[in-house]
């Protein structure tokens, strides 16, 4: 209430000036007489009248619309904002800045210079800008609203309003391409853990031969058994069922980006490998999206990728314990993490003793490739527990499954 007492009575007191002003200019003239006088007076009357006019235009006689280049975008791409302002009164307006109201999440790392331009409208009803948002951050960014502000040539009237203009654009993590190996992993006992179970194709058929005891019905070849009278079997291409479950470690990280980047890599390479693909990752809330292929299960998993923050507090062994309990014993674990520990190993050593093959991917630092001692001797723990640990270095996530071959 006393916001708008005091507005009140600045614009009561602005007009009361260019009254004052005007008085002056024409008192000076009727007294002084002359040239001199009787043009300052003219020279003052229009720019006194433009300032009445600017405090009776109302802002809101401008629509603000707001298009994006594409709503769904990679982080570190380039994204071109276009607004278009349009008035029904051509009110001539000496000048007019343009600000665009973007969630402060974009300021984390795009480079913005050009949100608030400053423009000379003149008598235009319809007036278009454009500016460019560089190096986009991956996440959920909100384009609230639009302020406009004019002024008069004096400098006494200055007016401002906000529009209304929601927009909002997703940005997806960056990924590189990668050929994912399934993972084999070899206990320092000897024992194998395999991931892969065989299964048959019965959609195509490679070849007969004599039917054995247990095969099914269905797979009888009849019209060779009505011309030879022997019972004969198709044979099926074998294919290999590889199931995984990828785990996000939310813990705040100074490489929480680049594990979120290796996360779509990897997803994207294990759905194209052919196998099926689910991701989980627990902080302030849970994200999961159940094992499934195909490009529209890539969709769901980058957009949890985009929404995902590094919100979680509590353990990362103890966030995923809970989960992983759900989880069936056939799932591969694809862990990716930036934080290695006894307790992790031990939390994923469990999972994996009904034969499931584990692997953690350790997000480093490129400039850091040394193992310090405690990270060796938990690598080693990891090793002896049949648990694989591949070092994947910011930059270089292209070459991780280099060495990793199936067995």
Not at 382 to 404: M, Q, Y
């Amino acid at each position: 209430m006393m916001k708008k007492l005091w507005n009140s009575l600045q614009e009561i007191s602005k007009v009361l000036l260019l009254l004052l002003l005007l008085a002056g200019t024409f008192s000076y003239a009727m007294f002084q007489g002359g040239f001199v006088s009787w043009f300052l007076f003219y020279s003052f009357l229009p720019f006194s009248l433009y300032s009445f006019l600017i405090m009776l235009y109302p802002l809101s006689d401008f629509n603000v619309t707001r298009s994006i280049q594409s709503e769904e975008l990679k982080a570190g791409s380039r994204v071109t904002v276009t607004i278009q302002l349009n008035r029904k009164f051509p009110i001539p307006l000496f000048y007019l800045v343009v600000e665009d109201q973007v969630s402060t999440s974009f300021f984390s790392t795009a480079e913005i210079s050009q949100v608030k331009k400053l423009i000379y409208p003149g008598f235009k009803q319809s007036i278009k800008l454009q500016y460019e948002f560089e190096n986009l951050p991956r996440g959920e960014h909100h384009f609230t609203s639009t302020d406009l502000k004019t002024g008069d040539f004096l400098g006494i009237f200055q007016k401002s309003k906000r529009i209304e203009a929601a927009d909002t654009i997703l940005v997806y993590p960056s990924y590189v391409q990668m050929t994912y190996q399934p993972i084999q992993v070899q206990y320092d006992q000897g024992v194998a853990s395999t991931d892969v179970k065989i299964q048959r194709d019965t959609t195509m058929a490679t070849g007969l031969r004599e039917y054995q005891p247990g095969d099914r019905v269905s797979w009888i070849h009849w019209k060779s058994f009505a011309r030879t009278n022997d019972l004969m079997t198709k044979e099926f291409e074998e294919r290999k069922s590889h199931d995984v479950c990828l785990i996000l470690d939310r813990t705040p990280a100074p490489l929480f980006e680049d594990l979120v980047s290796f996360t779509a890599s990897l997803s994207r390479a294990v759905l194209k490998k052919g196998a099926q693909a689910g991701y989980i990752s627990s902080g302030n809330t849970v994200q999961r999206v159940p094992v499934k292929n195909g490009d529209h299960h890539q969709r769901q998993i980058d957009y949890q990728l985009a929404k995902v923050q590094a919100d979680s507090e509590a353990p990362f062994n103890d966030a995923i314990k809970k989960e992983i309990s759900r989880m069936s014993q056939s799932v591969v674990l694809l862990v990716v993490t930036s934080s290695l520990t006894r307790e992790l190993i031990q939390q994923l050593h469990d999972y994996s003793r009904n034969n499931s093959a584990v692997a953690v991917f350790l997000v480093k630092d490129a400039k850091n490739k040394t193992n310090n001692s405690d990270e060796q001797q938990v690598k080693a723990l990891a090793s002896s527990k049949g648990i694989l640990v591949r070092d994947c270095f910011a930059g270089h996530f292209s070459t991780v499954f280099a060495e990793v071959k199936q067995a």
